[in-house]
């Protein structure tokens, strides 16, 4: 469990760092795919408990949801 805690920790750490710098000249599409990647990631490793086939099929699930959700 602690595995998973240091995980998620440095999940939202990344996620916070890229939305301050990295998605400056994105569009509001891409940004809302990088989320929806990043969201999914977690959600697929929190599922799957960590699993590398989970986090990976988590993050490309997201990444559609959060492509089609795009303005």
Do not use: P, W, Y
């Not at 509001?28 to 986090?55: E, I």
């Amino acid at each position: 469990m602690k595995t998973l805690k240091k995980f998620m920790f440095g999940a939202i750490a990344a996620a916070m760092l890229g939305g301050l710098v990295g998605c400056a000249n994105m569009s509001a599409r891409d940004q809302n795919t990088a989320v929806g990647a990043g969201v999914g990631a977690v959600c697929g490793a929190v599922l799957t408990g960590g699993s590398t086939f989970g986090t990976l099929g988590g993050a490309a699930v997201g990444g559609i949801i959060g492509h089609e959700t795009g303005r």
